[in-house]
């Protein structure tokens, strides 16, 4: 197969958070483009904070091989809240073929108000422009914290995280509510022919790529088949998490149908997988 036809153009929400930030540089030196959303005055500013940030982005060694030739960056500036960013985007970009979400909470302020609904708001407003304007395959950076399919998860940490009980009374937070729905929204939207992965990872550290975790699909434990929680730590880094959605989001079309509709855990091991 020629290289050319296995380059893909992403469209990354929040493209400045860290997690994003991995993702997209990764993606570029695999040959891919990606449109990055974020928030600037205009798209040429939101161009220059992208290649800013992205400058200041180091990655570890290894991985996932560099092509010959980077991708293309390009950045927008338009809402991650409005349902016409998306319809725009996917009918003017027509090399879009993949988009993902890296959006999230910043501080204890927005993680507690009620009324703010980022999750919901983001997954709905692109669910409503794909609606009027084309499906996409879409990957979810999630979070950990739901136990089952999307859709019919139930709120409870993995068996290994210590002490439980106190830990999952900050999965009643209204943040993590909100994320939890939007996997419901997700869930309701495969109905109409949308394809989606969400990827539950861990708790996230701020340390290089250790590229020894790993994952199971739905529903964690102590001895699952896939992911042995007992031998699994709790914590993942930020860059592994963005490298395994660029390799998941870039496999053959075969293997990755087995992934849409899933929840996916991702830990670190406390010995690197064989």
Not at 161 to 170: E, H, T, Y
Not at 180 to 204: C, H, M, N
Request: hydrophobic letters at 40%; proline letters at 5%.
């Amino acid at each position: 197969m020629n290289e050319a036809k296995l380059r893909h153009h992403f469209l990354v929400i929040a493209a400045a958070s860290r997690g994003a930030r991995f993702f997209i540089k990764k993606a570029l030196r695999q040959g891919h483009s990606v449109t990055a959303l974020c928030r600037s005055e205009d798209d040429s500013a939101a161009l220059v904070r992208m290649q800013r940030l992205l400058a200041e982005t180091t990655l570890t060694e290894g991985g996932l091989p560099a092509a010959e030739a980077e991708g293309e960056l390009r950045a927008s500036c338009k809402s991650i809240l409005e349902p016409e960013t998306y319809r725009l985007l996917l009918n003017e970009e027509l090399a879009i073929d993949r988009v993902c979400c890296f959006v999230g909470a910043v501080g204890l302020r927005q993680m507690m108000r009620r009324s703010d609904k980022l999750y919901t708001q983001t997954i709905g407003a692109l669910i409503e422009g794909m609606s009027t304007s084309r499906h996409v395959e879409f990957f979810y950076h999630g979070s950990s914290g739901l136990e089952g399919p999307p859709g019919l998860g139930k709120p409870t940490l993995p068996a290994n995280f210590s002490p439980k009980w106190l830990l999952n009374l900050g999965l009643k937070i209204p943040a993590a509510q909100d994320c939890f729905d939007s996997e419901t929204l997700l869930a309701q939207a495969a109905t109409s022919g949308l394809k989606f992965v969400v990827f539950r990872p861990a708790w996230l550290t701020t340390e290089p790529a250790k590229r020894a975790y790993g994952y199971c699909f739905d529903t964690t434990g102590l001895n699952n088949e896939m992911l042995p929680l007992r031998d699994a730590k709790t914590t993942i880094s930020r860059e592994d998490v963005a490298e395994e959605i660029l390799r998941v989001a870039t496999l053959p079309e075969q293997e990755r149908a087995l992934w849409f509709g899933h929840g996916i855990y991702l830990v670190d091991m406390k010995r690197r997988p064989a």
